[in-house]
């Protein structure tokens, strides 16, 4: 314990988290691809070439680039995409076997093997649209939601972003819930105890697809939590790219992106869980211990 650092009373630091990307680590395709480019008859191929080659010629941000150049389209095709149409879109978007049933699989395995002295939160941190985010079927299981926002104007037009994460800053919402300062308006920066945190990243679980989610998977291994990656079943591109960040030292695990009860990822992610519940059942232990031979 820094000499900075007074022992709390109680032991508090009974939650664990559990971090997900959205695109191609809930879901197949990128959400828009569900979404907004169908329903302003775009090629999402052509789409997303088209926003390579936006960033390649200004040097800007992929993802204000995309938001950018999605408002565009929206003007171009003269729809009335409001914040309750993007909404309601979010009923096209189709996940991976298994995902809706996999929050409570997780709440209750947890629960079941620390005796219910465990705590599950489950956080979502994505560069897509909070706006599409706000309908999707499985939006109650998240503790929190962070993602990209646009601003409306008073006919409910969307006019320009007013909230960019990207694959670096996504990393500030891993240390808003290891603080426990997850409204946006609170300061991460700062100085806190690593005793008065509420999710040490010893008790922090990152799950993602790949190289965009590196930054968060190197901060969240870097201090002392884990990291794994899923594919697309059958992918080779796909699964070349996690064992490379397997050898780079990235995550601890891949599979594929099957979370149904008995799968490879289930396995493997209940492996985790069972470590971070032991943690959590040290630090107790440690803490009584520390704690009552102050008191002496």
């Known amino acids: 314990m820094s000499p900075r650092e007074v022992m709390p009373d109680t032991f508090h630091q009974t939650t664990l988290a559990v971090v997900y990307d959205f695109d191609g680590t809930l879901t197949p395709l990128p959400m828009q691809e569900y979404t907004v480019l169908p329903e302003l008859g775009i090629d999402a191929a052509r789409f997303w070439r088209e926003v390579q080659d936006e960033v390649e010629r200004t040097g800007g941000d992929r993802i204000l680039a995309y938001m950018r150049l999605l408002v565009e389209k929206i ?53 897509g649209l909070d706006e599409i985010l706000a309908g999707i079927s499985i939006r109650d299981r998240f503790e929190r939601i962070y993602a990209s926002q646009y601003y409306f104007d008073h006919h409910e037009r ?56 590196v930054p968060c998977m190197t901060v969240t291994k870097k201090y002392g939590g884990f990291a794994v ?17 397997v050898r780079a030292g990235r995550i601890d695990y891949f599979a594929p992106a099957d979370y149904r009860a008995g799968s490879e990822l ?20 440690r803490f009584t211990f520390q704690r009552d031979q102050r008191v002496r």
């Open 158 to 213: 969307a006019v320009f972003p007013t909230v960019v994460i990207n694959d670096t800053a996504k990393t500030q919402y891993l240390f808003r819930i290891n603080k426990g300062r997850e409204e946006t308006s609170q300061s991460i920066n700062d100085y806190m105890p690593e005793s008065a945190r509420p999710i040490p990243f010893e008790h922090m679980l990152y799950i993602g697809d790949g190289l965009t989610d």
């Open 229 to 245: 990656a899923v594919h697309e079943p059958d992918n080779a591109g796909a699964i070349d790219v996690c064992r490379e960040l």
């Open 266 to 285: 289930e396995q493997r992610i209940r492996t985790i869980l069972d470590l971070i519940i032991a943690r959590i059942h040290f630090a107790r232990e």
């Open 75 to 127: 003007e171009v095709n003269r729809k009335h995409l409001s914040r309750d149409a993007l909404r309601r879109l979010a009923a096209g978007i189709q996940y991976f076997p298994g995902v809706e049933e996999w929050f409570t699989h997780v709440d209750d395995y947890v629960a079941a093997r620390s005796g219910g002295s465990v705590q599950v939160r489950h956080y979502l941190v994505s560069a």
